[in-house]
């Protein structure tokens, strides 16, 4: 019943736009009452009488505290209950937004948050092919972003430029000079940033010794930049020293800090004859480069027994430091045999690790009646997590997205996405529908003696209706990208679509299918947020 799968889904959704600060508003983003100081330790003295955010303060809301340096600033969302969160740190010198990442030196830095730029090396500003190399985003995007990242090839780190001025004509060396057509828009691409161009930093731990309960499972690390400034980076597993995200990710429905892992398990291939050895693959080659040890890798799993094809739960495993060197599969008769594809970057699965490795704190209930919530984990020491939000009017939770109108605005949660069919035999008239499908074969192939699996043969009836909807606009830059929200409505007994020989073909909805007709929610009818910096 489970379909082994690669966790494809990114686990640091909860990371994208997370939750809010304290409740008060009025003792500011990281204020316990008092006054903040820029030059607090970790051992929680300031200058002003208030913790910097390094000491545990019960009710204090951790991954919210944060204190400006000579050079970075936070950057905050006015939320609509009134309080304030978190929504990165402004280079006050180069002028964008950053995130800290490690480079090449082994340490932090705070990284512009550039977009994506084509590896350009061939394309050049001029005619003769002799001017500086040009840059070039995907046409997608609707203007030149002032920092770009060069990112694959085999580099370890992304290398980031500053863009120069747009390029109406660029040119490609191939042979001879020639005109570069369709490459998305070009422009002539600056100097590469330096690791000494940002902000470095150094991770910091709790100065506090653990609760008397025992160890904590779950360790906040904080981020002091060489500017001064300090705040909130990530937090961690004890296990593994491993950074983990609050989400729900088991089969018990229960949220834990699970890992952010840097490796995913293999789910079809094994690493030995017998095909009972694991092994992961490592999602990229950071890791490699900077002689980090991965130590937890996921499974993820999807179950029919749901008839969904959504991911239900994750299964987490240690991971050693020998690399497989060998790969075999089961054929269709489930003897294994050797399977004739060499996969980079691996390590030897070991250990299943359970679900209480992760913690289960509680999370708050929404405020009742409140139009705005902001939803927090409790942690053993008093302390809070942001966990993500509430909308009181649509009795649902809500992610912190660029909505249509290019406002910040609380987008209902879904697993639900539109998609556009055809109305007409011609299919010339398109519109938006919402479409949920149950699991479209029996999985139970893939159980391996999983007792999860017990009803892998049931036969599933048509999903439930969801109330709500999405459709993100993926465009390749960050700042175009949005989200629109809808209501589903009635259901359709059919539609049109193209096949693959673009002819148009009518579709009967039949069983274990839903079709509905959607509304979207206007965006001024969502909750909105007022971001602190442009």
């Given at each position: 019943m489970n379909l082994r799968t690669g966790l494809a889904l990114a686990l640091t959704v909860m990371a994208t736009f997370a939750a809010c600060v304290g409740d008060d508003p009025s003792a500011g983003p990281l204020s316990d009452g008092g006054t903040t100081s820029s030059s607090g330790g970790l051992d929680g003295s300031t200058s002003g009488g208030a913790s910097d955010g390094a000491t545990p303060v019960p009710g204090v809301v951790v991954d919210d505290?944060?204190?400006?340096g000579t050079r970075l600033e936070p950057t905050w969302l006015a939320l609509p209950d009134g309080s304030q969160r978190f929504a990165g740190w402004y280079d006050t010198k180069l002028r964008i937004t950053c995130t800290y990442r490690v480079q090449a030196n082994g340490r932090y830095a705070c990284v512009p948050d550039a977009e994506d730029a084509i590896d350009s090396a061939g394309i050049y500003a001029d005619s003769t092919c002799t001017m500086p190399q040009a840059g070039v985003?995907?046409?997608?995007?609707s203007r030149i972003p002032p920092f770009v990242r060069l990112t694959g090839g085999a580099r370890c780190f992304d290398d980031v430029y500053a863009s120069g001025a747009s390029l109406s004509n660029p040119y490609v060396l191939v042979g001879a000079c020639e005109p570069a057509f369709d490459r998305g828009k070009a422009f002539v691409l600056?100097?590469?940033?330096?690791?000494s161009d940002f902000v470095q930093g150094d991770v910091e731990e709790w100065a506090d010794a653990p609760p008397t309960t025992g160890a904590r499972p779950i360790r906040a690390q904080f981020m002091r930049g060489e500017d001064g400034s300090l705040g909130f980076h990530r937090w961690v597993l004890e296990t593994g020293k491993t950074e983990c995200t609050f989400s729900k990710q088991s089969y018990d429905d229960t949220v834990r800090c699970y890992p952010v892992a840097p490796a995913t398990v293999n789910g079809f291939t094994f690493a030995d004859p017998t095909c009972s050895t694991r092994f992961a693959e490592v999602g990229n080659q950071r890791t490699e480069c900077t002689g980090e040890t991965t130590q937890i890798a996921a499974l993820g799993q999807r179950t029919s027994d749901s008839c969904s094809y959504q991911l239900t739960g994750t299964d987490w495993f240690t991971v050693g430091p020998s690399p497989a060197t060998s790969f075999y599969q089961k054929n269709a008769g489930g003897q294994c045999e050797a399977y004739p594809v060499t996969f980079p970057r691996t390590r030897i699965v070991g250990t299943q690790l359970p679900v209480e490795t992760f913690g289960a704190p509680p999370v708050e209930a929404p405020a009742p009646g409140a139009t705005f919530s902001s939803i927090h984990v409790q942690l053993p020491d008093g302390t809070r997590g942001r966990h993500g939000y509430y909308d009181g009017t649509r009795n649902v939770r809500c992610t912190m997205e660029r909505a249509a109108d290019l406002s910040i605005r609380c987008i209902p949660e879904s697993s639900s996405f539109a998609r556009y069919v055809y109305t007409d035999a011609a299919c010339t008239e398109s519109k938006l529908v919402a479409r949920v499908v149950s699991a479209e074969r029996d999985l139970s192939e893939h159980c391996d003696g999983d007792p999860r699996c017990a009803d892998a043969g049931l036969t599933c009836a048509a999903p439930a209706k969801p109330t709500f909807v999405r459709l993100t606009n993926y465009t390749a830059c960050s700042y175009d990208r949005t989200t629109?929200?809808?209501?589903?409505?009635?259901?359709l007994v059919q539609y049109y679509e193209r096949d693959r020989d673009n002819t148009c073909v009518n579709h009967v909805v039949g069983t274990g299918e839903g079709v509905y007709d959607i509304s979207e929610i206007p965006p001024a009818e969502l909750l909105g947020a007022v971001p602190s910096h442009p």
């Open positions: 505290r944060y204190t400006a985003v995907d046409v997608s995007c600056g100097a590469k940033l330096a690791s629109r929200a809808f209501t589903t409505g009635e259901a």
